[in-house]
């Protein structure tokens, strides 16, 4: 089932109604299991939670700038649709989703699973097609020309517009040269949480610009967050990884208690046990919010079978 923004809003209004701090006592012990995943995490770990209904965020080394690899196609992907709207709307120069982008092989760099399957001269897809390549299998060709359709720097202003300062992108997919220049794409775990806040609330984007930006993002994936969630569970996430980093950030539709999640790991001596330690932080969290999301404000289960 597809969340809306009006089950955020239930979301909210069920917590506005909670009569003690049961609450607040769960989301304790959750703030002290995610810490300790991340001190127990080999490099350095950064792990960011907001409770899209009560507001709540729960916090670890969150302001530390971390090596985003390919989660920061997050913001490529928000740029997107923040010009096509601007393009709706009679301003000039902006990319819609609906342009055509013809395949060109002098685009095709590494991890292009989709692009370098194409014709080219022939093969035509939109840009949100290519939305589709980029977030999907995290194409790096497609999210390439992206860049140069949307341009860098409109990226980093919509980013900035939302007062965002660390998240900044720096360089395209594959630029080694860029990396050992020190231009990398950064983030921190709190600001991946502004941003995606921001998007499923309608304040950076209208409501249907949202809602079809949030379907792309939930497009099934290989992903940390997700493995060891419920197969039926919406998730709106882009993971990433690079030597020694690995990232995922996204929104988790748990039943009636939706929530953003952002962890980032950097300095991994093994990069299984950064997954690993991302999944068990993403798993931690749901078990929390979908016990807060199926139970009533004192901490009864209510379900369709037991109506007593």
Do not use: W
Request: overall charge neutral; proline content about 4%.
């Amino acid at each position: 089932m597809i969340a809306t923004l009006s089950v955020l809003l239930l979301a909210s209004l069920v917590a506005a109604q909670e009569p003690n701090r049961k609450t607040d006592i769960l989301l304790d012990k959750l703030d002290s299991e995610l810490g300790e995943i991340a001190r127990r995490f080999d490099g350095v770990m950064g792990i960011a939670v907001l409770d899209l209904a009560s507001g709540r965020n729960i916090l670890h080394q969150a302001d530390e700038a971390f090596p985003t690899a390919s989660t920061i196609k997050i913001a490529v992907l928000a740029e997107l649709y923040h010009q096509s709207e601007q393009a709706a709307a009679g301003l000039p120069g902006k990319a819609r989703l609906t342009d055509f982008y013809t395949m060109n092989a002098a685009d095709l760099v590494a991890d292009s699973h989709i692009m370098g399957g194409l014709t080219p001269g022939l093969s035509r897809v939109t840009n949100r097609d290519l939305a589709v390549f980029m977030v999907a299998v995290s194409d790096n060709s497609a999210t390439n020309v992206l860049i140069d359709r949307v341009g860098m720097e409109s990226v980093n202003a919509f980013l900035q517009s939302l007062g965002l300062r660390e998240t900044r992108l720096r360089r395209k997919m594959m630029d080694l040269q860029a990396a050992k220049e020190g231009r990398e794409n950064a983030a921190t775990p709190r600001e991946l949480l502004v941003l995606l806040e921001a998007i499923c609330r309608g304040k950076a984007l209208g409501s249907e610009a949202t809602e079809d930006f949030l379907k792309i993002l939930s497009t099934p994936k290989e992903s940390p967050i997700p493995r060891l969630l419920p197969d039926d569970v919406r998730i709106a996430n882009k993971p990433g990884a690079l030597e020694g980093v690995r990232c995922d950030a996204g929104i988790v539709f748990a039943e009636n208690r939706p929530f953003v999640l952002a962890a980032m790991a950097s300095y991994a001596a093994n990069e299984r046990a950064a997954d690993d330690a991302i999944s068990r932080a993403a798993a931690a969290a749901f078990s929390c919010f979908e016990r807060l999301g199926r139970s009533s404000p004192y901490g009864r289960v209510i379900s369709p079978r037991n109506s007593r």
